[in-house]
């Protein structure tokens, strides 16, 4: 006699009664004496295959198993909603998607909020980091100066010298610099400091992330952002929580050290 539940929550999913060893067996897959072969770059690859033909005799119950299945799914795919640790945004839904950065930024910038991304603008800053609600916690940014972000910027030139690369950095720090100098912004309780990778400062990075530092009374949080702060919610892309962080935080953590150099701050201001 078996039953097969699940724990959390709770819910039986089948019983049976009968042979178990004659049940058992049909439905394991076998595995074929064939194995599939193939060749990848000069190297024989070889797989053993098995059986898809797992029908069982018993008296499984296939349409409450997928019952509960799809309920279950459904139920915690809204959950995952609700916490934005998954979420996933179609095209020209930027308001909605950017309001659920600033509400994550807003709930759990305690210990302080990073922004990762190698598109980011000092325009991106303003419309997603100064949303912090927290005093005087370390607000830091790294985005990236290379020919990919150029292409979104400015009209690249290949056979340019390093002369002219390094006005042209001038002119693009100068530029967010000056953004985030407006008058107009009182940069109350902010303490916040931008950087950017170019040149041999650093490493190139690609993917993009939403960091929340730990304490000692709390872990830290990452949350993968899918696309660049720029084109948020303009396109097809997912919002997800990162299920180990810390490794993420310390990469963060590492190249923010090796950027440490007055090349590389694009603007920095405490109160």
Not at 211 to 239: A, C, D, E, M, W
């Amino acid at each position: 006699h078996i039953k097969v539940w699940r724990k959390e929550p709770s819910l039986i999913l089948t019983t049976f009664s009968g042979s178990y060893i004659r049940e058992f067996i049909s439905t394991i897959g076998i595995v074929s004496p064939e194995p599939r072969l193939f060749e990848v770059e000069g190297e024989m690859q070889k797989v053993d295959i098995s059986s898809s033909d797992k029908r069982t005799r018993g008296k499984t119950d296939a349409s409450y198993t997928t019952y509960i299945n799809n309920n279950l799914y459904d139920a915690e795919k809204k959950q995952l909603e609700k916490r934005l640790a998954f979420k996933q945004y179609k095209n020209f839904i930027s308001d909605v998607a950017l309001d659920d950065i600033r509400k994550l930024i807003g709930e759990k910038d305690k210990n302080g909020v990073y922004l990762w991304d190698p598109y980011l603008s000092s325009l991106d800053i303003l419309k997603t980091l100064y949303y912090s609600k927290t005093a005087n916690v370390k607000i830091r940014a790294i985005g990236a100066f290379n020919k990919d972000v150029r292409r979104i910027y400015e009209t690249e030139n290949e056979d340019e010298n390093p002369v002219e690369f390094l006005e042209k950095l001038k002119e693009y720090i100068n530029k967010n610099k000056c953004i985030l100098e407006n008058p107009n912004h009182n940069n109350y309780g902010l303490n916040l400091e931008f950087r950017i990778q170019h040149s041999s400062f650093g490493w190139a990075f690609h993917d993009r992330f939403l960091i929340f530092p730990s304490s000692k009374l709390r872990r830290s949080q990452v949350y993968s952002l899918g696309t660049s702060i720029n084109s948020y919610g303009n396109n097809h892309h997912i919002l997800q929580e990162v299920s180990h962080p810390q490794p993420v935080v310390d990469a963060f953590n590492e190249l923010w050290e090796k950027l440490n150099h007055p090349e590389c701050l694009v603007w920095k201001h405490s109160k």
